[in-house]
């Protein structure tokens, strides 16, 4: 399986998961339905579906278009916390985060990998450790110590009460690091909260080796499953 990441970021996140077989799974839908076919390759034949973390207009500005061609879950509409489906070959379960509005996280299942799927939250209320996560694809956010030394205002209090910081990132991945072989950082401040090279540094120095850790950067694929 591989991930492309499209987009990633307060102005807009769209990443696309491959399977073997060739299913593609679109994550948010937070920028232009052009831009999204652009990243697809225009191949929107092997679309099979689309989630939607919440309704921000970064993360489902066109979901609707999405609608056209493929099924689209919004799971957030929802009142139940946590719920289930399949899209193509991916077995999804959902579950509720913390934000400034209804937010979901995904647990994704195909080619025998388990993606967790977490942006925009201020924690995670759930134990994942019985979910064997092989792969994150996870917010880090901000950093800690720079919002410590800011003064308070409604940016701020946004950001921290509905986004992840570098030291809840790094906690959850050390919780999940048993079956963890990929982490991609994503949604990351391009404000000036976040040193990525400094907190990429650190977030290697703490965790085992064999976690691979990267930035998702819009264009790239990884290959999700195996060494870089």
């Known amino acids: 399986m591989t991930l492309k990441t499209i987009a990633t970021g307060s102005t807009g996140n769209c990443y696309i998961l491959i399977s073997d077989s060739g299913n593609r799974l679109i994550l948010d839908a937070g920028i232009s339905i052009a831009d999204i076919k652009k990243g697809l390759d225009y191949d929107i034949a092997n679309v099979c579906g689309c989630v939607i973390t919440h309704s921000h207009l970064d993360h489902s500005f066109s979901a609707n278009k999405i609608k056209n061609f493929a099924p689209v879950w919004k799971p957030y509409e929802s009142d139940k916390a946590r719920q289930h489906t399949h899209l193509g070959c991916f077995d999804i379960e959902c579950f509720d985060v913390p934000h400034s509005v209804p937010c ?25 450790q019985n979910k064997n996560i092989n792969v994150m694809l996870i917010e880090m956010n901000y950093q800690q110590s720079i919002m410590n030394k800011l003064e308070l205002d409604g940016h701020i209090t946004h950001t921290v009460t509905g ?3 570098d030291k809840t990132t ?34 290697k120095s703490k965790v085992p080796e064999y976690i691979n850790t990267q930035w998702a950067i819009p264009g790239e694929v990884i290959q999700l499953g195996c060494p870089f």
């Open 170 to 203: 790094t906690e959850i991945i050390l919780q999940n690091q048993k079956h963890l072989q990929n982490v991609v950082l994503c949604h990351y401040s391009k404000s000036g909260n976040l040193r990525r090279d400094e907190a990429l540094e650190e977030l």
């Open 104 to 128: 979901r996280a995904f647990i994704i299942k195909a080619d025998d990998l388990t993606i967790l799927y977490a942006s925009d939250f201020e924690y995670l209320p759930y134990n994942l």
């Open 163 to 165: 986004h992840s910081s």
